[in-house]
Nanobody, 129 residues
Framework: QLQLVESGGSLVKPGGSLRLSCAAS????????IGWFRQAPGKEREGVSC???????????NYAGSVKGRFTIARDSAKNTVYLQMNNLKPEDTAVYYCAAQWLPGSCEDYGSRDFRSWGQGTQVTVSS
């Protein structure tokens, strides 16, 4: 049974940093595509970042344009956990953040949220002064 548990969300001031964690069980994060998504009130869920299986292009990463240069996705194989380091946070980053996992053979760019079947419960990130 695949299970994902997010943590690390909090209230932070603009310009601050947070690191979200996505702890996985029931599968190995090395072999799955892991995505981070977010949903703000009244808005649709959007993709934030993605990391491919290490068996596909060595685990390439992908970022939404709005977070590129500020967010970094990384995988810790020993802890079976994927992280999202978020720097220089902005009020528009406020949302519930979800991680999702799916065995997918292609590149991150080939897939969207509908392709992921296993989801965590979400963690709230609020950026406000």
């Amino acid at each position: 049974q695949l299970q994902l548990v997010e943590s690390g969300g909090s209230l932070v001031k603009p310009g601050g940093s947070l690191r979200l964690s996505c702890a996985a069980s029931g599968f190995t994060v090395d072999s799955y595509m892991i995505g981070w998504f977010r949903q703000a009130p009244g808005k649709e869920r959007e993709g934030v970042s993605c990391i491919q299986s290490i068996h596909i292009d060595g685990g390439k990463t992908n970022y939404a344009g709005s977070v590129k240069g500020r967010f970094t996705i990384a995988r810790d194989s020993a802890k079976n956990t994927v992280y999202l380091q978020m720097n220089n946070l902005k009020p528009e980053d406020t949302a519930v953040y979800y991680c999702a996992a799916q065995w997918l053979p292609g590149s991150c760019e080939d897939y969207g949220s509908r392709d992921f079947r296993s989801w965590g419960q979400g963690t709230q990130v609020t950026v406000s002064s």
